[in-house]
């Protein structure tokens, strides 16, 4: 029985990651978790009621809900607020115990070459568990 932690995000790729993911699921069972976290600017309260950036989060995780083709009691979704990605999702990963976190990334579209930004280093570095990472040079 698996237990994965995907990050869903408007920015990198996930579409790939979910299915590969719902694949684990379908064979092995499981819950695939879909989390997307809206990054909350300093001087704003971090729970502040940010009504437009809580609805763009929800359509992300239904998207990806719909996309994952998978039983009610095999998909769990979470909206989370945070100051930065990394931190909340090694303390949810922690909370949930998976077998696998699954990230990626796209091109940066600035410069067109692949940074790999802070958050993603700090799930690496702090991750107790596997981190399959996905990186979509072609977008």
Excluded: W
Aim: negative net charge; proline residues 2%; hydrophobic residues 40%.
């Amino acid at each position: 029985m698996s237990k994965i932690i995907l990050l869903v995000s408007k920015f990198h790729e996930t579409n790939i990651m979910i299915k590969n993911a719902s694949e684990i699921i379908k064979t092995h069972g499981g819950v695939l978790h879909l989390i997307y976290v809206i990054k909350m600017k300093m001087g704003v309260s971090i729970d502040a009621e940010v009504e437009n950036l809580v609805e763009e989060g929800e359509n992300y995780l239904d998207e990806a809900t719909q996309t994952a083709k998978l039983p009610r009691n095999s998909i769990e979704t979470q909206l989370l607020q945070a100051r930065n990605i990394g931190p909340a999702i090694i303390y949810e990963s922690n909370l949930i115990n998976p077998d696998i976190i699954y990230l990626g990334q796209s091109k940066n579209y600035d410069n067109e070459k692949f940074l790999l930004d802070e958050d993603i280093k700090y799930i690496f570095e702090n991750a107790k568990c596997d981190v399959v990472f996905f990186y979509n040079k072609n977008t």
